[in-house]
């Protein structure tokens, strides 16, 4: 079975600061999906940026960005200029890129706290 | 469109008793899925449809029971709720035939607590 580990449970970074969020995984597959979700107070989840596993090229979703590592099954998201509303927990998450299996496997969380 | 809705928001029952977690979602997706959410945890899939008149069991299925009963809504029950059930519950919907095939979508979740 697939797991994903997360291995800070809490980062804290300076506003306008950039942070680093830690995620490894793993798969026998060699095709998949990887996400990150952000989970504010609000309890609501949202989609940050999603990475393909066939792509060698790091997803870029304005300030956020990951540095995919295939080979070492790593994939961390760097959050640039750091803003208040980027407080919550972050969640990273694997998928099978088979159709009509679409779950998402979690690992625990990190929860980022942004300091004035 | 409203995406995916819960209800109810907010729940406390007492060992032994039962309900049912409604979702439904109004974006014309096949798979819909439900999760807990513990702390230290992460969400761990309960159960998921992939489509209309089909469940299946994920990580932890044990004391929940689940029905599809139209391609809009999927509900969750608790027979005989035990404290191990408190948790946030979270439903979620995607359709691998649409262009954003990668995403789910998830509802505002379900707290439940079981004294």
């Known amino acids: 079975a697939q797991t994903v580990t997360q291995s800070q449970p809490e980062m804290s970074v300076q506003e306008a600061e950039t942070v680093t969020l830690s995620c490894t995984y793993d798969t026998s597959e060699s095709d998949y999906y990887l996400f990150w979700y952000k989970q504010p107070p609000s309890r609501q989840m949202i989609l940050v940026i999603r990475?393909?596993?066939?792509?060698?090229q790091n997803a870029t979703e304005n300030r956020f960005s990951v540095n995919f590592q295939k080979a070492a099954k790593s994939f961390s998201l760097k959050i640039s200029d750091s803003q208040l509303g980027d407080a919550a927990m972050y969640f990273c998450a694997y998928r099978e890129s088979n159709f009509g299996n679409e779950k998402l496997t979690f690992g625990t969380g990190t929860r980022l706290t942004i300091i004035p | 469109n409203a995406g995916v809705t819960q209800t109810p928001k907010f729940q406390v029952l007492k060992t032994g008793q039962s309900m049912t977690l409604q979702c439904a979602q109004d974006m014309n997706h096949n798979s819909m899925y439900w999760y807990r959410q513990d702390p230290g945890m992460g969400l761990r899939l309960i159960y998921y449809?992939?489509?209309?008149?089909?469940?299946d069991k994920g990580e932890v299925p044990n004391g929940y029971n689940v029905s599809r009963l139209n391609k809009r809504e999927f509900s969750l029950r608790l027979e005989s709720a035990a404290p191990s059930q408190t948790s946030v519950y979270f439903c979620?919907?995607?359709?691998?035939?649409?262009?954003?095939?990668?995403?789910?979508?998830f509802g505002p979740g379900t707290r439940l607590t079981v004294t």
């Open positions: 979620a919907s995607s359709d691998p035939g649409s262009i954003l095939v990668y995403e789910q979508y």
């Open positions: 449809s992939a489509s209309e008149g089909t469940t």
């Open positions: 990475q393909e596993a066939y792509k060698q």
